[in-house]
Structure formats: structure tokens, C-alpha cells
């Protein structure tokens, strides 16, 4: 099984409120990732855990939180959601020594 | 840094025809090369991937791609596509981003409309 499952599919959000999004995976995977897609824009990495350590990108770094309880589950954490933070998010996962990353199909967020 | 062009946003083909979407990619190193393929309401799929080697890789459903590295390029194509294969197409290239771990660069993707 080379499912990626995420929740919740579509969440709408108020402006300044909190976001939380869960990935999970049954793979094993040390690794999961989580994208950020904007319409006719190219996915953007945000941050990712290999196994417990968090790397987030330098440009979202104060944007995004992360955490991962267990190996199988992910989440991206928003503290106060602004209109800039509608997009699609993406999660992967990939073993930590492949280049391949499997997806998830994405949670819709819109903040209004 | 590394980057991903798909200069075409938007391809139209008929049923039958052949297809070929472009992406051009710049990065240093040695570069591990991806399509995907996104369907509505589905996740990334990979299509087909190139490490080493042959340089024409093939993928599913009658997929292949060249990578031409004179030309910084790894052109998508199909000798003859079906209405089902309307979709967005990704062109990505891999990173080492320390360790063992590896992070992917997008292009924005190509919409691939096919009419009957």
C-alpha cells in the first residue's frame, strides 16, 4: 500500500484563527514533507521530518509549525491563519535514502 | 539553487496525436529528474523518473521522457494520447538537502487538455 492520506480534504478557516492538518502514512517512511500549491504556481517545499528532526524552509519558517507524534502520522500546524495561507497542502513521504516521494491528495484550506 | 521551467501553462491535443509537454531544469550537481501527474481531485502521481543511464526513461501508461543534458532538458512524450490522459503535469528536479534526505523543485505544471 503506497497510500498517503490526508485530513481533512477541504477545511475553510477565519482569518487569525488556527489551522491544523494531519498526513498520514502506513509505509514506514522516515520521512514526510509537506508542500504548499497556489493556483499557477509551482508546489513549494515548507518544511520536512526525518524521523523526528524538523527542517523547515528559511522563507516559511515562522509561518509553519510541524509536528509528528508517531512515524505514520504529520501535521501542519497554522497559528493564526491570514488570506495569504489559501492554498492547496500537499504531503509526502519518502525513505530517507530514495529520491521518490509518494502523495497524498491534498487538504483545500481557505481563509476568509 | 535549483529551478524548474514548463514554459507551456496550457497544452491542447486531440485524441491520437502525439503529445510532447517541455521542461527545462538548472541545477549544478547531478540531477535526479521527475514527472508527475496530478488528476482532479487526486494527489501526485509519479509518471516516470531519471537517475542514470539510458537517458530515455519510459514511464506508465506509454510515457517516456529524453534527458538531454547538453540542453538542460527532459522533455514528456507520448506517441499517441487518450482523453484520459487529461491531467496537470509536473516536472521536478531532486536536491540533496543534507544526509540522506532529498527535496524536490517543481516547475508550475503544464494543463494537458485532450479533445476528442
Known amino acids: 500500500d503506497t497510500t498517503v492520506k490526508q485530513n481533512p480534504r477541504y477545511k475553510l478557516a477565519r482569518v487569525g484563527k488556527p489551522v491544523n492538518l494531519i498526513c498520514s502514512q502506513t509505509m514506514n517512511h522516515d520521512t514526510m514533507y509537506w508542500y504548499q500549491k497556489k493556483p499557477n504556481q509551482a508546489p513549494k517545499l515548507l518544511l520536512f521530518?526525518?524521523?523526528?528532526?524538523?527542517?523547515r524552509e528559511a522563507d516559511t519558517f515562522e509561518k509553519f509549525q510541524s509536528s509528528r507524534p508517531n512515524n505514520s502520522f504529520c501535521s501542519l500546524y497554522i497559528g493564526s491563519a491570514g488570506l495569504e495561507y489559501s492554498a492547496m497542502y500537499l504531503c509526502a513521504s519518502s525513505r530517507g535514502d530514495s529520491y521518490e516521494q509518494y502523495f497524498g491528495p491534498g487538504t483545500r484550506l481557505t481563509v476568509l | 539553487a535549483q529551478s524548474v521551467t514548463q514554459p507551456d501553462a496550457r497544452v491542447t491535443v486531440s485524441e491520437g496525436a502525439s503529445l510532447q509537454l517541455r521542461c527545462k531544469y538548472s541545477y549544478s550537481g547531478t540531477p535526479y529528474l521527475f514527472w508527475y501527474v496530478q488528476y482532479p481531485r487526486q494527489g501526485l502521481q509519479l509518471l516516470l523518473k531519471?537517475?542514470?543511464?539510458?537517458?530515455v526513461v519510459q514511464g506508465v501508461n506509454g510515457f517516456e521522457a529524453e534527458f538531454i543534458k547538453s540542453n538542460s532538458s527532459f522533455h514528456l512524450r507520448k506517441a499517441s494520447v487518450h482523453w484520459s490522459d487529461s491531467a496537470v503535469y509536473f516536472c521536478a528536479v531532486s536536491s540533496n538537502s543534507g544526509g540522506s534526505n532529498y527535496k524536490l523543485t517543481f516547475g508550475k505544471g503544464t494543463l494537458l487538455t485532450v479533445t476528442p
Open positions: 531519471y537517475y542514470s543511464g539510458d537517458p
Open positions: 521530518y526525518y524521523d523526528k528532526i524538523l527542517n
